[in-house]
């Protein structure tokens, strides 16, 4: 991770910067004044490989969920297990400010596993294309719409909101296609859904199919997206550009095979690039984005669009300079709109622009002579390959401005005791500002229970956070170094600092150790 420094918004007020063609290309599209977000990041998001929550995780994404905004949540199938069915429960009972919809098949059992859970909001769905009815449904056409029409009626005696889903609908014939929709809406179907299962569309193919299909139906329209080809967001707008009221998205993309729509690139598509309406608080997206990596165990590449480490990241120098004096001259919306900030790096590419007002938000001031040192000094790493953390950089200019930094905190003794069976314990001696302080503490790996010991040692650092944890081995083998990097947050500060050392653990405690120094001098600084 690159040395970096988080810069304010310098008094722009301007939340967007797009361009004129795509404002001019929207004039006299069918466009919604407001959509509908239907998440089903614990329904299609869970069937992710790999991703599986308990029910305690469920309801505490169905709370962010509730928090961020979005209409509807897709809180599982309850036929699916005794667990699922609980956890549907759970979220019917503890979310009031979004709507909760469960997936069931039209069959009875389904519907009343869903019924059963205190649903309001049944989500039914059945395929439609050739391919299913025969190779998975083994099933004709006539008994697939008899059905559906059958179960749709059903739930609707109950008094519950009906959308209907025509599995594959994207290989499904445009006949067939209308024919079941209308059935199913002379049913009582409330919404439908046209479902991209295998992600084969293209944004001008799902525009014409929604055409037609909103020609046919008189309800809203609503579209699900995969992204097998990587079109999922394109084509999710573009189903909107055609009149489409609702999109279902699951956070970070997850979901089957290549994943969902993307509701942070949806959100953000529908607001920045067309003006469209969401209920979606924006300022709570990387906060929720940030949860589903950590519930999920599926972390996000840091070009991520809207929420990657990567979005408002920049270390090209003619780049900085061009955002040093506006920020919309790199940037097409701001950060603080999804609940990022901005952040300049040093690296390799980066200009004196960038190094000077990187190391004076450190609160250091430089020479010009300094300023070309360090400079020297960063461009050599870049070019041997290395990046270089804040912590590192600041290291750098105090050296160059021949400052003294005194480490207030030192590690005198660590000791780490894990095992099969045993609960990882950790003991640390810290010295901190000449005093020794011993402590303990346990946690979910050797790692985890020697930072909670760490922090036990140095009193008030109980509110600092752990925002990302990077380790790499550098060389190969069992001896492999580990190098680790980290970055830390404790109010409105936050830094990154690296370790390294053939012992994970010790790399760890000494990034951590490394960031938690520079926190304490920032905050010096200030008084």
């Not at 997850?254 to 920045?272: D, F, K, P």
Request: aromatic residues 4%; negative net charge; glycine residues 8%.
């Amino acid at each position: 991770m690159e040395s970096s420094i988080i810069m304010s918004r310098q008094g722009v007020d301007e939340e967007f910067h797009v361009s004129d063609y795509l404002k001019s290309a929207a004039r006299g599209l069918p466009l919604p004044d407001r959509v509908l977000i239907f998440d089903t990041t614990l329904r299609d998001g869970e069937q992710t490989p790999g991703v599986t929550y308990t029910l305690e995780n469920k309801v505490r994404i169905a709370r962010q969920l509730e928090k961020l905004g979005v209409d509807v949540i897709e809180a599982g199938m309850p036929i699916t297990s005794e667990g699922e069915r609980r956890a549907v429960e759970a979220i019917v009972k503890e979310i009031s400010g979004s709507r909760v919809c469960a997936l069931a098949r039209p069959l009875r059992v389904d519907v009343d596993a869903a019924l059963d859970c205190g649903i309001d909001y049944i989500h039914i769905f059945i395929a439609t294309s050739d391919l299913h009815l025969k190779y998975k449904l083994k099933m004709g056409w006539e008994e697939v719409v008899e059905q559906s029409v059958k179960f749709i009626e059903y739930a609707k005696e109950h008094g519950v909101t009906v959308e209907f889903s025509a599995e594959d609908a994207t290989r499904t014939g445009l006949r067939r296609l209308e024919e079941i929709y209308q059935k199913a809406v002379e049913a009582g179907a409330d919404i439908i859904n046209v479902p991209d299962t295998v992600g084969v569309m293209t944004p001008r193919a799902i525009y014409g199919l929604v055409r037609e299909i909103k020609e046919a139906v008189d309800v809203p329209l609503s579209i699900h997206c995969h992204n097998d080809f990587g079109l999922a967001t394109a084509n999710s707008l573009a189903a909107v550009e055609a009149g489409a009221e609702q999109v279902h998205v699951c956070v970070n993309g997850l979901g089957e095979r290549a994943g969902n729509a993307s509701l942070e690139q949806v959100v953000m598509g529908l607001r920045a690039l067309y003006g469209v309406r969401v209920n979606v608080k924006t300022r709570y997206l990387a906060e929720t984005s940030d949860l589903v990596q950590r519930l999920s165990g599926i972390y996000l590449p840091p070009t991520t669009p809207i929420v990657g480490d990567n979005a408002f990241t920049h270390e090209a120098g003619i780049h900085v300079h061009g955002v040093l004096g506006h920020p919309g001259t790199y940037e097409p919306m701001t950060p603080e709109l999804v609940g990022r900030r901005r952040r300049l790096v040093a690296g390799k590419h980066s200009g004196r622009h960038a190094i000077r007002a990187m190391v004076e938000e450190m609160g250091l001031h430089p020479s010009e002579e300094e300023l070309r040192e360090i400079y020297r000094l960063v461009k050599s790493l870049g070019d041997r390959g290395k990046t270089i953390t804040d912590v590192e950089l600041y290291g750098l200019a105090t050296s160059v401005m021949d400052l003294s930094s005194q480490e207030k905190i030192r590690l005198k003794e660590l000791t780490v005791v894990t095992g099969k069976n045993i609960t990882p314990t950790a003991s640390a001696i810290i010295s901190y500002e000449g005093r020794e302080f011993t402590e303990s503490s346990t946690g979910v790996g050797p790692i985890d229970a020697a930072i909670n010991a760490v922090k036990r040692c140095v009193k008030g650092f109980s509110d600092m956070e752990l925002e990302r944890f990077f380790l790499k081995a550098i060389t190969g083998g069992t001896d492999a170094l580990g190098d680790v990097t980290v970055r830390l947050r404790r109010g409105d500060k936050t830094v990154t600092s690296r370790g390294v050392s053939p012992d994970i653990v010790m790399a760890s405690v000494e990034a951590i150790i490394r960031g938690m120094n520079r926190l304490i001098e920032m905050e010096e600084g200030e008084d």
